[in-house]
């Protein structure tokens, strides 16, 4: 868990790259997780050396004997000038090495370059770093949000980052088990959040009582508040798969890329699946039959949506499952492919694609619902992702294969936060009720479900919210948040998906006077006005 002195020190080294004149929160972010990477590559050194002086074990050194000036215990000791040198021209060259090994995020760092020119500015964040607390795996998930939770623009190519709650949400809806083997999979994956959120369940699924430290830590508004660290201990049997193979992302931005990979690490998953690779080409057939083509069992995303795409660079494969360019529909067909039968998926998706009239929008929701298994569809209010974007959002929960009978629909009209620019928490959340309603409902189809554990330890769902969902039992109640709508009445709609198709609205009839009686009060009060006029003038 991250405290509020942590918390400080990060908050003042962000100024210092500010008043350093690096004002883009990405590029920050790209260079503290450089010299995250440099430390832990000295980290992992150390610990092997370790392990070979005590047992014997070899291993294949990272640094070479005239590269030990390239560790970060040894250039972090240097003063501003000579360090600026060592890091600039060496430690950077030295990435290029460790990516031929494909040693930890070598892979994303051949084309990295320090950004920082001011000598003082590198000192002072080596030194944040030097005194961050990587060895315990708690604090350094925490400490990245935290950065993260920073980033305040949308990438180059419309990626933003999905708010956490929002992913939290979906990550419980969907319910992610190691157990079963499973592989999860982020098309976009951005800087990991939903792979990331996804192993923050497993940690509090997977941890014994008597192994979760609860600690009152000092929140932003200077309030005491508690913190949960959970220790994964009941997840030592899957421990292998977890670290892996059950953690894949996929994106065709390097500084995303980076990001994720050094995200998911600091979380605590040692090897995690990630490449870089533009997964709407033909290039990701090519180069990943395996994932392309029935690879998960699990996929989370929320894509960009830029607009369209050049036909030339689309898988083709995806155009005969759809003919179009738009991305918000290929990346639904290209999840499609991806799941192996049986496989599920949350994806957000721009409410256009719920009720858009082309031909390729009514031939994907006809797909999903006749050659697969539409589960649900959560309409979002319009600012769940500013200050990014103000587009108007959906969830759709689907699964490859199957047969749709009913969909469950839900209307989230808040998530406990204002939807301007500003979003600031507010007391109105929808979202516990959501994820609660949409257990009960699986469990009203027999249908296996964990414990929300995350929502109790949080203190999240009170009693009031658990009798309000215990009360919703007629799913075809179409004036409730949550309900359900038949196969036969989505396809008799064009395969509309849109909530306010089918939802029903009731409307509460008003009272009024008769218009004689309000008219004859006009009048009264027009006499009352003109005596008071007459008095007026009288005393002129």
């Given at each position: 868990?991250?405290?509020?002195?942590?918390?400080?020190?990060?908050?003042?080294?962000?100024?210092?790259?500010?008043?350093?004149?690096?004002?883009?929160?990405?590029?920050?972010?790209?260079?503290?997780?450089?010299?995250?990477?440099?430390?832990?590559?000295?980290?992992?050194?150390?610990?092997?050396?370790?392990?070979?002086?005590?047992?014997?074990?070899?291993?294949?050194?990272?640094?070479?004997?005239?590269?030990?000036d390239y560790r970060f215990r040894n250039f972090s000791q240097l003063g501003a000038d000579e360090m600026m040198e060592v890091v600039?021209?060496?430690?950077?060259?030295?990435?290029?090495?460790?990516?031929?090994?494909?040693?930890?995020?070598?892979?994303?760092?051949?084309?990295?370059?320090?950004?920082?020119?001011?000598?003082?500015?590198?000192?002072?964040?080596?030194?944040?770093?030097?005194?961050?607390?990587?060895?315990?795996?708690?604090?350094?998930?925490?400490?990245?949000?935290?950065?993260?939770?920073?980033?305040?623009?949308?990438?180059?190519?419309?990626?933003?980052?999905?708010?956490?709650?929002?992913?939290?949400?979906?990550?419980?809806?969907?319910?992610?088990?190691?157990?079963?083997?499973?592989?999860?999979?982020?098309?976009?994956?951005?800087?990991?959040?939903?792979?990331?959120?996804?192993?923050?369940?497993?940690?509090?699924?997977?941890?014994?009582?008597?192994?979760?430290?609860?600690?009152?830590?000092?929140?932003?508004?200077?309030?005491?508040?508690?913190?949960?660290?959970?220790?994964?201990?009941?997840?030592?049997?899957?421990?292998?798969?977890?670290?892996?193979?059950?953690?894949?992302?996929?994106?065709?931005?390097?500084?995303?890329?980076?990001?994720?990979?050094?995200?998911?690490?600091?979380?605590?998953?040692?090897?995690?699946?990630?490449?870089?690779?533009?997964?709407?080409?033909?290039?990701?057939?090519?180069?990943?039959?395996?994932?392309?083509?029935?690879?998960?069992?699990?996929?989370?995303?929320?894509?960009?949506?830029?607009?369209?795409?050049?036909?030339?660079?689309?898988?083709?494969?995806?155009?005969k499952t759809v003919s179009t360019k738009k991305t918000e529909l290929l990346f639904v067909a290209r999840i499609l492919q991806m799941?192996?039968?049986?496989?599920?998926?949350?994806?957000?998706?721009?409410?256009?694609?719920?009720?858009?009239?082309?031909?390729?929008?009514?031939?994907?929701?006809?797909?999903?619902?006749?050659?697969?298994?539409?589960?649900?569809?959560?309409?979002?209010?319009?600012?769940?992702?500013?200050?990014?974007?103000?587009?108007?959002?959906?969830?759709?929960?689907?699964?490859?294969?199957?047969?749709?009978?009913?969909?469950?629909?839900?209307?989230?009209?808040?998530?406990?936060?204002?939807?301007?620019?500003?979003?600031?928490?507010?007391?109105?959340?929808?979202?516990?009720?959501?994820?609660?309603?949409?257990?009960?409902?699986?469990?009203?189809?027999?249908?296996?479900?964990?414990?929300?554990?995350?929502?109790?330890?949080?203190?999240?769902?009170?009693?009031?919210?658990?009798?309000?969902?215990?009360?919703?039992?007629?799913?075809?109640?179409?004036t409730k948040q949550a309900f359900i709508v038949p196969k036969a009445d989505i396809a008799s709609n064009k395969y509309d998906l849109?909530?306010?198709?089918?939802?029903?609205?009731?409307?509460?009839?008003?009272?009024?006077?008769?218009?004689?009686?309000?008219?004859?009060?006009?009048?009264?009060?027009?006499?009352?006005?003109?005596?008071?006029?007459?008095?007026?003038?009288?005393?002129?």
């Open positions: 868990m991250i405290t509020g002195e942590l918390k400080g020190k990060i908050d003042k080294l962000w100024e210092e790259f500010w008043v350093g004149g690096i004002t883009n929160p990405l590029t920050v972010i790209e260079q503290i997780t450089y010299l995250l990477f440099t430390r832990m590559l000295d980290m992992h050194e150390a610990k092997d050396e370790q392990r070979k002086m005590l047992a014997g074990i070899d291993f294949t050194p990272r640094f070479q004997t005239h590269e030990q600039r021209d060496e430690v950077f060259r030295h990435f290029r090495k460790v990516a031929e090994r494909n040693e930890l995020l070598g892979d994303f760092m051949t084309d990295a370059r320090l950004e920082i020119v001011k000598p003082s500015l590198l000192v002072k964040a080596v030194e944040m770093i030097k005194a961050l607390p990587l060895d315990r795996g708690d604090t350094k998930g925490d400490l990245y949000e935290y950065l993260l939770s920073k980033l305040t623009t949308a990438g180059i190519n419309g990626q933003f980052r999905t708010p956490r709650h929002i992913i939290r949400a979906m990550v419980e809806m969907m319910e992610p088990n190691p157990a079963r083997g499973e592989r999860i999979c982020d098309p976009s994956c951005g800087t990991g959040g939903f792979l990331s959120v996804s192993y923050e369940y497993l940690l509090e699924r997977y941890s014994s009582l008597d192994s979760i430290h609860t600690e009152m830590v000092v929140n932003e508004k200077g309030a005491l508040e508690q913190q949960h660290a959970f220790s994964g201990n009941l997840l030592a049997e899957y421990r292998k798969h977890v670290d892996t193979d059950m953690f894949h992302g996929y994106d065709f931005d390097s500084t995303m890329l980076r990001i994720a990979a050094m995200n998911l690490i600091m979380h605590g998953i040692e090897e995690p699946d990630i490449h870089y690779q533009d997964t709407m080409s033909q290039s990701f057939s090519d180069k990943y039959p395996d994932a392309s083509h029935n690879g998960f069992h699990l996929i989370l995303a929320n894509p960009p949506f830029t607009g369209t795409l050049d036909a030339e660079d689309i898988d083709p494969s995806l155009l799941l192996k039968i049986g496989g599920r998926s949350a994806t957000v998706v721009p409410q256009g694609v719920l009720f858009g009239s082309s031909k390729a929008h009514q031939s994907l929701r006809q797909k999903l619902v006749e050659d697969n298994q539409l589960e649900a569809v959560i309409n979002l209010p319009s600012g769940v992702f500013k200050p990014y974007a103000g587009v108007a959002t959906a969830i759709l929960i689907f699964a490859k294969g199957g047969e749709t009978d009913n969909v469950w629909f839900y209307d989230l009209q808040n998530d406990g936060y204002s939807l301007d620019d500003k979003r600031n928490p507010i007391a109105k959340n929808d979202i516990p009720h959501m994820v609660a309603s949409w257990k009960q409902y699986r469990r009203s189809k027999n249908l296996p479900v964990d414990d929300f554990i995350g929502y109790k330890i949080k203190g999240q769902l009170d009693a009031q919210q658990v009798e309000a969902i215990a009360a919703v039992q007629d799913w075809t109640d179409r849109s909530i306010n198709r089918y939802k029903e609205v009731v409307y509460q009839e008003e009272q009024y006077e008769p218009p004689k009686e309000i008219l004859a009060r006009l009048k009264a009060l027009e006499v009352d006005i003109q005596n008071e006029l007459e008095e007026l003038e009288a005393m002129l």
